[in-house]
């Protein structure tokens, strides 16, 4: 009997303040994730990676036409 009263609409608005919380979590997580993309220190480390992997993936072919 108790658990039933438990299980009634007062645990609704909680589960819907939780789904509030979380919503407002990820709308924050995406603000953040884009003003990092369009930091200038993002674009230049994304730069250099790009630089370094196809230093590697050159280096690798060589190697490999040795073998």
Request: hydrophobic share 25%.
């Amino acid at each position: 009997m108790e658990e039933e009263k438990r299980n009634t609409p007062q645990s609704e608005p909680a589960k819907e303040k939780d789904g509030n919380w979380i919503d407002k979590a990820e709308a924050k997580i995406d603000e953040t994730a884009e003003k990092i993309h369009q930091s200038k220190a993002y674009r230049n480390a994304d730069k250099k990676l790009e630089e370094t992997t196809k230093k590697l993936f050159r280096k690798a072919g060589r190697w490999w036409g040795k073998l």
